[in-house]
């Protein structure tokens, strides 16, 4: 194992690793507990990043298949091996996400025996199943070739042309459906995102980024392993600590700054930039039929990220692929590349969630448990390729590490016992050790959230509730909770007959009473603020004399030369912050209560006594809500004094 | 085709319909509470109805608008929603996978998820299906004590709505919304006042589905003309590379120096 991908596999190691472990935390507490994921954004960080993102950066399967087998371009045969692996491990990462997301996974072969044919998201379901059987089917000579099963491999290779166009055929419906599923949302989608022509976009993006994504990785397979059959034999051949595959460097002889494989992922790249070239024609045409100009126009956030995402995705790749200088070298190739899978990736997520911040109208950022299932499931991806890829030779025959002759994978003890002690010895050690770092600290990070506060809701105060001395208020639902001396403001107001003193002030409609009806002004009668209080307070503090000390601390809470009304005063809380109470800090098993609103206090308070009345007195209409609500009344009076009027006619 | 008529003049916000609404649906009132405070629109898992302030001193109930042409019934991968004869739209929760595109497609923003449960189901009014089979009210209608609600077959309840708004044009707005927006839906209100706060569109939008079905339905084709067309190509450049002789490795070179 090298040293150089010794460090990226122990981040992938770890990364994995606290993936499966925010997975099992997942099906453990649910969904709701686990997750941002709320009514407001329905689908999250998995379905839109890993699934849709996912799968449309892993489209080099069937765009490379199509020009490896359909246009029979030989030059690019040895990226089918990379493509389909790419292809195959992109799909199984999405999946495996997609699978946590669902809110019950056990069901997941569903749509598999029951249909619904209008729907999208089933064609997606099907086609994806279906292409990812493809790809592994086109995995397979590579798997039965390494286990020398040769006549199952022949046969596989016999069929490759028809797997491959059917390969092609499901993936341009799904990844063109994939853009359709957000065609149900016209009312709640941003309108620069949305368009009818979204299946469009979406597929010649993914067709475009996922080309790029093929040579990204063939790049960085290169920068670690077979350095010479991309970037050229290095300038200075003795250099320390960086071992070379003797293999490349003797087969190939120098040409130049760069290696024999160089010229076909530049044509590989120039093909996905003339891709996303289209695609970033696509957009502007788009941008002037739907009328997303006048929105870009608008220049909020939305705009920039929408020209941010654009740029990733096609501009700059655009011109990396087009200006010479930048398209000669790895470097400019490998930064168009990376330009595109991001951008791709990024105007995902716009068109999942962030499009749908403006309606909503609220955020959504995913929690721990889904970053590390996110980016849990791709390091998996990462580690398998390592494996595959050093195990096979799918970059190439040179570019395993390992001089060991291909093809020669014996189930008999030799292999099996150099496997051990090469690989899994080795990093079975590292990832033990791993593991026991990654546990206690994912469940100290995760745990402590989901065990208390979904146990014990937050729920309205009852009668007996009412008794108590504090409650909690939150009167402007911001999570920041005061405590209410209840117990004392009854008190203060008169016991049990002053409930009407409070609970009337809030109107109908009122969630519950804001503080502020009562606490607002210091020139309202009822604000418990005392100015002479606080004046007398500040004397004491600094120790004024005269006549008239108090008239010196105007300045310590109004603006000088502001007029001395209230709106020039000091806030109360750049004092008395300590009065203010955050979110957690109240012992949350007593005094978890709300206080209730002005319709619980009224209805409690009326109510029984209404319909006891009514039955008294057998006058039913005493019980009736509109007996005290009476919003049926027309909103202007003059139309009222005409209804009635021809009520009073008519009667 | 059943459906209810909501005539938001006279709501005055009692509320009892979302009650009955809970106690029909074995929810937790307590739970449902709560919700009323935390969400945004009163909607939740506890809570399939709700009464929320389209304007000021005008209430209107907020549910399931059961459309005739219903984008969650329409989204759904494994059909578990269904639009019945009778109008309701119905959710079979042993379908229901929990991938939650009834909720990204529903243009009302009507289902609701679970969240607090680690084995999670869609909640919606189903209108009280069981209810109407029996020959019952749904339970809101039940329960209004003011008349707003009214139950009925959706085209005499049509015909009412266009009666109420003659008879008192200076009452009403001279439009029943739910006649025409998004293909029309069981669920019809009349107001005095603008319903956008229910998420009614401007104007009067084509039905969601209209939108995806024809398209979807075209997708087994364009496969095949997929299919087709890359097998004549494949035949083609077969063809071609047989012609040209097979000086594959010339024209690797040559493209190459391009």
Known sequence: MSSRTRTIKDILWVLALSGLIAAVFRLWFGLGATTNLSDAYPWGLWKILNMIGGVALSTSGFTVGFLVYVLRIKRFQPLMKPAILIAFLGYGCSCAALLLDIGLPQRFWHPIFMWNINSFLFEVFWCVMLYFTVTAIELAPMIFERLRAEKIAHFLHHIAIVVVIIGISLSSLHHSSLGSLFLVTPQRLYPLWYTPWLPWLFIISAMGAGLMVVVLIRMLWAYWYDHDTVFGPRANHTTPLIRISNDSTTAVPARGPEGPEMPALRSLATIAAWLLGLYLVFKVVDLFLHGGWSTLMVGNWESWLYLIELTLTAILPVILMILPWSRRTPAGVAVAATSAAVGLALNRVDVGILGYVHDAGVLYFPTLVEWMVGLGVVAAAGLVLFFLAENMPVFGPGSTETSSPVGKFKLPNGSLSRLWSTTLADSLHRVTLIAVFIIPLAYVLMYPPYGETWAQPIRPADGLDAERATLCIDGNKDGVETIFAHAEHQHRFGDSASCVKCHHLSMPGDHSTPCSRCHCSMNDPTNIFSHDVHTAALVKVKHLGGLHPENFTCQDCHAPGSPRTAATAKNCMECHRENMVPPGAVEQSNNLLMACSYREAMHGTCIKCHQHEAIQLDQPHLSDCQTCHQTLRPRETTVQTLASQADRTAN | ?258
């Not at chain 2, 304007?55 to 907020?62: L, N, P, S, V």
């Not at chain 2, 496969?223 to 690797?252: Q, T």
Request: negative net charge; proline residues 5%.
């Open chain 2, 1 to 258: 085709m059943y459906g209810i008529l909501v005539d938001v003049t006279r709501c005055v916000a009692c509320e009892k319909c979302v009650a009955a609404c809970v106690a029909r649906n074995k929810g937790n009132s307590q739970l449902a509470d709560r919700d009323r405070a935390t969400t945004k629109d009163g909607l939740s898992s506890h809570r399939r109805s709700a009464i929320i302030s389209v304007d000021e001193g005008r209430f209107a109930r907020k549910s399931c608008m059961h459309c005739l042409e219903p984008a969650c019934v329409s989204a759904c991968l494994v059909g578990s929603l269904k639009k019945t004869a009778d109008g309701p739209v119905i959710y079979d929760k042993d379908k229901c996978i929990g991938c939650r595109y009834c909720m990204l497609a529903c243009p009302f923003h009507v289902p609701r998820y679970e969240w607090d449960q680690t084995k999670p189901f869609v909640t919606k009014c189903d209108l009280c299906y069981d209810r109407i089979e029996q020959g019952q009210l749904p339970a809101c209608v039940e329960a209004c004590p003011e008349g707003v609600l009214k139950f009925g077959d959706r085209d005499q309840l049509m015909a009412e709505a266009k009666s109420r708004i003659k008879a008192e044009p200076n009452r009403y707005r001279d439009h029943v919304w739910g006649e025409k927006e998004f293909g029309g839906t069981s669920v019809i209100y009349i107001s005095d006042v603008d319903l956008a706060e229910l998420n009614w569109p401007d104007t009067g939008a084509d039905s969601i589905p209209e939108l995806t079905e024809p398209l979807v339905h075209k997708t087994p084709f364009i496969g095949l003309g997929v299919a087709v067309g890359l097998i004549s190509l494949n035949w083609i450049v077969k063809r071609r590379n047989k012609l040209a002789g097979d000086d594959d490795s010339a024209k690797h070179s040559e493209e190459n120096h391009e």
